[in-house]
């Protein structure tokens, strides 16, 4: 990423991570979190896969295709996080949380 004379990085991550929540709110209307996990269940190998959940903990439905573009560009703003475990992007704040983790009450 490309430093300012100051030494400060030009898009600061916290920027990119809102700029992506509010993308996905867009092409996902109603989510408010979007777990994201490499075990797509209808496939026998590592594959990113993405649900979304409103407000009230219900799934939305979503295509293939915008489940697969959801997970890959999360994936791609945290190519450092554990993706051996899922993770839960929550649309309203941007943080990312490991799945097991949020559910347990603690952050990572």
């Known amino acids: 990423m490309l430093a ?12 990119r991570q809102h700029r992506l929540a509010a993308q996905l709110a867009d092409m ?19 594959h ?11 799934s939305l439905a979503l295509s293939r295709t915008s489940a697969r573009a959801a997970a890959r560009w999360i994936l791609r703003v945290w190519p450092d996080a554990d993706w051996i475990r899922p993770h839960t992007f929550d649309l309203a704040t941007a943080p990312l949380t490991r799945s ?3 559910a347990a009450g603690r952050d990572r």
């Open 28 to 46: 996902i209307p109603g989510a408010a979190t979007i777990r994201v996990s490499l075990t797509d269940p209808k496939q026998a190998w590592p």
């Open 4 to 15: 300012m004379p100051s030494g400060t990085l030009a898009c600061p991550d916290t920027a």
């Open 100 to 102: 097991d983790l949020a």
């Open 48 to 58: 990113p896969h993405a649900i979304a959940k409103d407000r009230a903990g219900e």
